[in-house]
């Protein structure tokens, strides 16, 4: 079974940045995996990110960034907004016609 | 503006069915894969199936392979879930999602709730 692991939680000044990372349990994130990133507040729908990468979203703010770091993929936020407090899932999808939901970083912003 | 919209959750008993529904709005439906993808709560998203644009091609999660059947009316513009002998464990908010060309989860809808419960 694909587990897609994220950090459980992250903290961040405001104006700081932070880098959120998605794994695989065995092996390596490239881009073949077209990692995703989307945001969700509590009880709200999540709202994609970052697509593909690298590619950000229609009216995503260019703070956001997509990228590979190592054998993971990551979202750099850049300069943190109190209202970028909020939990961030990446998905992979696999060859097989299936995705994957990385566990979800909560990122507080204080 | 593009948008999709589910519909029909609600409580059902254990070993109960439920049909969802998505309409979608705003954008050439047929030429476009869609997804559902749930949330129980206090957890992470998962997501459950996948269904291609002329629907001759569906995916499922491992948890509700067999169980649930997704579909599409692409005269109606309409994407359905069939949930079948559903678990306490399937209680959640389902999302209907837009799949963009790149493999992602572009447009999400607000989600309909479904609780099974006796």
């Known amino acids: 079974q694909t587990v897609v692991t994220q950090e459980p939680s992250f903290s961040v000044s405001p104006g700081g940045t932070v880098t959120l990372t998605c794994g695989l349990s065995?092996?390596?994130?490239?881009?073949?995996?077209?990692p995703s990133w989307y945001q969700q507040t509590p009880g709200q729908a999540p709202r994609t990110l970052i697509y593909?990468?690298?590619t950000r979203s229609s009216g995503v703010p260019d703070r956001f960034s997509g990228s590979i770091l190592g054998n993971k993929a990551a979202l750099t936020i850049t300069g943190a907004q109190a209202d970028d407090e909020s939990d961030y899932y990446c998905?992979?999808?696999?060859?097989?016609?299936?995705?994957?939901f990385g566990t979800g970083t909560k990122v507080t912003v204080l | 503006e593009v948008q999709v919209l589910e519909s029909g959750g609600g409580l059902v008993q254990p070993g109960g069915s439920l049909r969802l529904s998505c309409a979608a709005s705003?954008?050439?439906?047929?030429?476009?894969?869609m997804s559902w993808v749930r949330q129980a709560p206090g957890k992470g998203l998962e997501w459950v199936s996948s269904i291609s644009a002329s629907g001759g091609s569906t995916d499922y999660a491992d948890s509700v392979k067999g169980r649930f059947t997704i579909s599409r009316d692409n005269s109606k513009n309409t994407l359905y879930l069939q949930m079948n002998s559903l678990r306490a464990e399937d209680t959640a908010a389902y999302y209907c999602a837009k799949v963009g060309y790149y493999f992602y989860m572009d447009v999400w809808g607000k989600g309909t709730t479904v609780t099974v419960s006796s």
């Open positions: 705003g954008f050439t439906f047929s030429s476009y894969a």
């Open positions: 998905v992979l999808y696999m060859d097989s016609g299936i995705y994957v």
């Open positions: 065995s092996g390596s994130v490239s881009t073949s995996l077209y």
């Open positions: 593909s990468t690298i």
